[in-house]
């Protein structure tokens, strides 16, 4: 088949978005398929040409939305070519002009909404709930009302996507994210990492990899570690990403504040093979966050055999809980104080039965090849094989 994705930007530093969208891409090249990606990117950013799936940057205005004049009529003209349009994301002009390209035409558009529909948003920002509200009836709902699926990662995401708006129709699928095993060899990665980060080759590690946000509990996570640090003087915290509109400076400085200054590596954002080392050289990964539709990183994190804290608002949690492949607890002062702690309290035996776990926490539920079949599935034409 050829596949389209739709994205407002394939700069990594976008997240998880993006990252989930170049490993579908890659699993489903190796399966056969065509994919190419639209962005709202302007031709000449760097990214555009790094990117390793073909990319067409439609050039976009700076505000975050990203209206271009250009992209509606080379959808409209390129819409022929595809047997399925994928939009990533909502609150975006590519979902938008996806729908009034695609509108009357045989080619059929998904939507996945990497959790932007979760109620989490209108309870932390209700102004900007509101403004949404002025355009979700003339926008987004249509967008997901003629999709010709919406593509949840969970039941748990599912159901509180009907919760955002009250005006609110779709045909609903869920389908499980699913990552490849990450590459070997794993010695070599942890040596990448090492070298890298040298101060960290004697110490334990506990890792955060991530945007530096808020919506992570990246304030709840330097506040829980500031609380047992001298009782745990052999660990450093490594806080891994990109910060975003001065979020770095100001979680180093409340880091600084709390006596962490010399406790915590700011490793900035890391790719390839220094990532991969920094999960597998990883004792515990940690992401308190406030609101994870999937949380890919909690799977790349399982699929180092690398034990996982998290809180009960990441949409996987009762995966983790029932392999008994982490800890679990709620997204608040105490419950990650309570997780730090009683992960500190671990022999090391009791951590190395959950490593084993987490391996088999990713091979048992999100192994690519599962998505994939599951993809297939819906992409196929009505009446093909294996279609619906």
């Known amino acids: 088949m050829r596949i389209l994705h739709t994205i407002r930007s394939v700069d990594p530093r976008g997240g998880g978005v993006i990252t989930a969208v170049l490993a579908l891409a890659h699993a489903s090249e190796a399966r056969g398929h ?21 990319v067409h940057a439609m050039g976009a205005t700076p505000a975050k939305y990203g209206y271009s004049a250009r992209y509606v009529a080379w959808l409209r003209g390129q819409r022929d070519r595809f047997d399925a349009v994928v939009i990533n994301g909502l609150w975006l002009f590519n979902g938008f002009g996806t729908w009034k390209a695609l509108r009357g035409g045989k080619t059929p558009y998904y939507v996945f909404p990497h959790g932007m529909l979760d109620p989490w948003f209108k309870r932390a920002y209700p102004l900007k709930h509101l403004k949404k509200w002025l355009y979700w009836p003339w926008a987004e709902y249509r967008v997901l009302r003629d999709a010709r699926a919406v593509l949840f990662t969970s039941e748990e995401e599912r159901r509180g996507a009907r919760e955002s708006f009250w005006l609110y129709r779709c045909r609903e699928e869920i389908v499980p994210l699913g990552m490849l095993a990450p590459p070997g060899p794993a010695g070599e990665q942890m040596e990448a990492f090492l070298q890298r980060f040298p101060g960290l080759r004697t110490a334990r590690r506990w890792l955060f990899l991530g945007r530096l946000h808020e919506k992570k509990g990246c304030d709840l996570l330097l506040r829980s570690f500031a609380k047992i640090a001298a009782k745990i003087p ?3 915290l490594i806080m891994a990403g990109p910060g975003h509109n001065g979020s770095l400076e100001a979680f180093q400085k409340m880091a600084s504040e709390l006596g962490l200054k010399d406790r915590v590596v700011w490793t900035g954002m890391i790719e390839g093979a220094v990532k991969w080392g920094a999960f597998r050289s990883a004792e515990v990964f940690i992401l308190p966050s406030h609101q994870e539709n999937f949380g890919l990183a909690v799977a790349e994190a399982l699929a180092c055999e690398t034990p996982v804290l998290i809180s009960n608002k990441v949409n996987i949690w009762r995966e983790i809980a029932g392999d008994k492949a982490g800890l679990v607890g709620e997204d608040d002062q105490a419950g990650v104080d309570a997780m730090l702690a009683e992960w500190a309290a671990l022999s090391e035996a009791e951590r190395g039965a959950m490593r084993r776990n987490a391996l088999d926490c990713f091979q048992t539920h999100f192994q690519m090849e599962t998505l994939l079949r599951r993809l297939d599935q819906l992409f196929s034409p009505p009446g093909s094989p294996g279609g619906r």
């Open 234 to 236: 052999d660990v450093q």
């Open 34 to 54: 065509s994919v190419e990606i639209v962005s709202l990117d302007l031709p000449g950013d760097d990214w555009v040409g790094k990117c390793p799936v073909r």
